[in-house]
């Protein structure tokens, strides 16, 4: 745990110094001057006050993270020279960060500095809908300078397309939808569940495919080519840091639920032997011989 890691004595010293900055610290350095450009007398005319912290005007103001996703919250401020940094929630006025010390046990919540662009960034990992807020970057100036950022959570629907009981004909194809909408980006991964048993596409005649609908939509498609009574059941579509959404599977035997019956419990020859009989016409038959095909 990162703030663990900072020996006690050293984050009480750090909260200190935040607290009281404007006291221990040296005065503002705007009477000190700098930017000495030249070195001889012509030096003392180029010689400004220096401006001390402010932040960028193009720091951004709003952030928008998807539900699971990591946010970024940037703060850009010019001369910081050596003034601290905190990131504040707004919320509950928690200290999150102050410099690059984490002061929350929530390890979520991590802070660096990157020199090039003179930027102090806040990361919130895995973004819960309750970080959805105000987030406050405070510098340590006399007084205390801050910039807010406010972080927006989208929240992507997951739904399975049409109704929450499908009926289906034993050896017909069956192709099951799961809507992600309102998503900003697509989910790195849909998994789908037969029960509580991982549905893969190795190994099996199963199609699991996944489309990019612009501007927010994604859609997971689990294909069954010929389904039988033992794909029966519950199809569960988990996407990625996502909630799930679920169907149920109902494979009707069709017009010889005996026969079909029989397809499923007795052996292969058995059955095999007996299809052309049970069975009128050629597709019903492909459509066995590929169950078949798969119980193999
Ligand atoms: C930020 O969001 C607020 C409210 O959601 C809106 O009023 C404001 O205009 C936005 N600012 C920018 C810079 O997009
Ligand atoms: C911060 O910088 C000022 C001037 O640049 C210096 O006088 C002061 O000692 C520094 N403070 C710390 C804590 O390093
Ligand atoms: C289907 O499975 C999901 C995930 O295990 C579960 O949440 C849901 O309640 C199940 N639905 C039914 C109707 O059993």
Redesign the pocket.
């Known amino acids: 745990m990162r703030v663990w890691a900072v020996p006690r004595t050293l984050r009480v010293a750090l909260l200190l110094?935040l607290l009281t900055s404007s006291n221990?610290?040296?005065?503002p350095?705007t009477e000190?001057g700098?930017e000495d450009v030249g070195s001889s007398g012509r030096g003392r005319h180029r010689r400004r006050a220096?401006p001390g912290p402010h932040f960028h005007p193009t720091s951004p103001t709003n952030i928008t993270t998807q539900l699971g996703a990591h946010a970024y919250l940037p703060c850009r401020i010019k001369n910081l020279?050596?003034?601290s940094v905190s990131w504040i929630r707004n919320r509950d006025s928690h200290i999150l960060t102050v410099d690059r010390y984490t002061f929350i046990a929530d390890e979520r919540f991590t802070a660096w500095h990157e020199a090039p662009t003179q930027t102090w960034t806040l990361q919130v990992r895995y973004v819960q809908e309750r970080d959805a807020g105000s987030y406050e970057c405070q510098v340590s100036t006399e007084p205390k300078m801050s910039h807010f950022v406010q972080l927006s959570v989208i929240t992507p629907s997951v739904t399975i397309a049409g109704e929450s009981d499908l009926y289906v004909k034993s050896g017909s194809t069956v192709n099951i939808k799961c809507v992600i909408s309102n998503a900003l980006e697509e989910p790195t991964y849909i998994f789908w569940y037969h029960g509580d048993r991982r549905v893969v596409s190795a190994n099996s005649d199963r199609i699991l495919s996944v489309n990019r609908i612009p501007p927010d939509t994604s859609i997971g498609k689990l294909t069954i080519p010929s389904v039988s009574l033992a794909d029966s059941g519950n199809y569960t579509c988990a996407p990625a840091s996502l909630e799930m959404a679920s169907v149920m599977l109902h494979v009707l035997s069709g017009e010889h639920p005996a026969a079909m019956q029989r397809g499923t419990t007795s052996t292969a020859t058995t059955t095999a032997s007996s299809a052309p009989r049970g069975f009128a016409d050629d597709t019903t038959v492909a459509a066995l011989m590929t169950f078949l095909l798969w119980l193999a």
């Open positions: 110094l221990v610290r040296a005065p350095p000190a700098e220096f020279g050596n003034k």
